[in-house]
């Protein structure tokens, strides 16, 4: 109904404007009580803590399906898979960070590498990942898109034009990081290749 046709014929308020009580069905939570209507698995959701793992059956967390060793299980089986189906490259030439799944962390070399795991007792993976050099690159057509977007402007990026010293600027900045090697980037995982680790 338009705002207008309600306008034109209101519903007051009266005393006996009921059906009269009416008896709801539905689910509620046996710890707590709390009503959830027709929505079944929330209130059976709503009071436990743990649920079975979906895997072995074990009790975990309930915001988990599957219990911590079976996550850990099945994290290193992608890891493993990950590592058989990357390229073995040589050290040789390499001047990439090395990355590690399993840490999550970037190195700077296979060395930096065996010494955090010295320090923290952990035993080397057999092979680690390489990564590839990522520079970055600043889109001012994409800049002028946002800008536009945010403004609810309708051709901004056609009619609107940054100022020269700004595209200058950019395209200085675009330029340095084609040809600086380390800082103007960042080192991106490779899957595709990985390293033997040495010890
Ligand atoms: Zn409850
Ligand atoms: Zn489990």
């Given at each position: 109904m338009s705002e207008s046709k309600k306008n034109e014929d209101p519903k007051v308020y009266e005393e006996n404007a009921v059906f009269g009580e009416i008896t709801l069905k539905g689910w509620g939570c046996k710890t707590c009580n709390t009503f959830y209507g027709d929505d079944k698995s929330v209130a059976q959701y709503c009071c436990c803590t743990h649920r079975k793992c979906n895997?072995?059956?074990?009790?975990?967390?309930?915001?988990?399906?599957?219990?911590?060793?079976?996550?850990?299980?099945?994290?290193?089986?992608?890891?493993?898979?990950?590592?058989?189906?990357?390229?073995?490259?040589?050290?040789?030439?390499?001047?990439?960070?090395i990355y590690s799944e399993s840490h999550n962390a970037c190195y700077h070399d296979i060395d930096s590498y065996l010494t955090r795991c010295e320090n923290d007792d952990v035993d080397p993976e057999e092979f680690v990942f390489a990564t590839t050099f990522k520079r970055f690159?600043?889109?001012?057509?994409?800049?002028?898109?946002?800008?536009?977007?945010?403004?609810?402007?309708?051709?901004?990026s056609m009619t609107f034009d940054f100022p020269e010293h700004l595209v200058k600027a950019i395209k200085q900045f675009n330029r340095d990081a084609m040809v600086q090697k380390k800082n103007l980037g960042s080192f991106q995982c490779d899957y595709t290749r990985k390293l033997k680790v040495e010890v």
């Open positions: 895997e072995c059956g074990e009790l975990t967390e309930k915001t988990y399906l599957i219990c911590r060793k079976c996550r850990d299980k099945k994290e290193a089986e992608k890891l493993q898979a990950r590592l058989d189906k990357a390229k073995e490259i040589s050290q040789v030439g390499y001047e990439n960070m690159h600043i889109d001012l057509a994409d800049i002028k898109e946002r800008v536009g977007e945010e403004h609810e402007i309708e051709d901004f």
